[in-house]
């Protein structure tokens, strides 16, 4: 069964709002989760990585301001697209290292989002 | 800095026969050597991977992956392709330290089968 879920899996929203994504790890506890962004027939791109606690580290080009990460507890990380334009419509993934498995990289099933 | 080239952006195979995906990598620090398979609309699920322990990695489905450092490769492979085969195959490397969860992914790979 999956490990690292994600919620919701698709999700529509309308320009200039904002949208928040949530990815859980499941019976474990990650204290680091990585968000990723994926475009239609491409690879993942790492957008940030989420620390409990702490700040969030985004990587170069990706605006902070305008993907919000929250890790909010050891099994949550929130990902909000503030102000959501269409370009922003991709498919989300999130992933945590396992460290009862070696530090095995789970990944979650995944957000669409829209932006009309 | 690390980076991996999947070789093939789409691989036509028929039912039965061998499947084989290409991946290079480079890396200027011991490689931690993934692949990744994709179904449409969905996460990654992690078929194997290489941390520098026995050099031929056995996977989830069949599938398996050779590493070799002389030709900086970590290909994968099946003896016999199935129909549920079909979907998208990332090949990842570990960004940085060992202790790092950061990824960085070829470019995909669609496996298509054949009857």
């Known amino acids: 069964g999956a490990v690292v879920s994600q919620h919701p899996s698709r999700v529509i929203c309308k320009s200039g709002t904002s949208v928040k994504i949530e990815c859980r790890s499941l019976?474990?506890?990650?204290?680091?989760m990585f968000w990723y962004r994926q475009f239609p027939k491409q690879s993942l791109m790492l957008m940030a990585t989420?620390?409990?606690?702490?700040?969030?580290?985004?990587e170069q080009g990706v605006e902070k301001d305008k993907f919000l990460i929250n890790h909010a507890s050891l099994t949550l990380s929130t990902l909000t697209v503030t102000s959501a334009h269409p370009e922003d419509s991709s498919f989300y993934i999130c992933?945590?290292?396992?460290?009862?498995?070696?530090?095995?990289?789970?990944f979650g099933e995944g957000s669409w989002l829209t932006v009309v | 800095a690390q980076s991996v080239t999947q070789l093939g952006s789409h691989v036509s195979v028929s039912e039965g026969a061998l499947v084989l995906l290409r991946c290079n990598y480079s890396?200027?620090?011991?490689?931690?050597l993934f692949w990744y398979v994709q179904y449409p609309n969905q996460g990654l699920q992690l078929l194997l991977k290489?941390?520098?322990?026995?050099?031929l990695v056995k996977g989830i489905n069949g599938f398996e992956a050779e590493f070799k450092k002389s030709e900086t490769s970590f290909h994968l492979t099946k003896p016999s392709a199935h129909m549920s085969d079909a979907a998208e195959y990332f090949c990842?490397?570990?960004?940085?330290?060992?202790?790092?969860?950061?990824?960085?992914f070829g470019q995909g790979t669609t496996l298509q089968v054949k009857p």
């Open positions: 890396s200027s620090v011991p490689p931690y």
């Open positions: 992933s945590a290292p396992h460290q009862s498995t070696g530090n095995t990289i789970y």
């Open positions: 990842a490397v570990r960004r940085g330290s060992s202790n790092t969860g950061k990824l960085i």
């Open positions: 989420s620390n409990e606690g702490s700040k969030a580290t985004y």
């Open positions: 019976d474990f506890q990650a204290t680091t």
């Open positions: 290489y941390t520098s322990a026995a050099t």
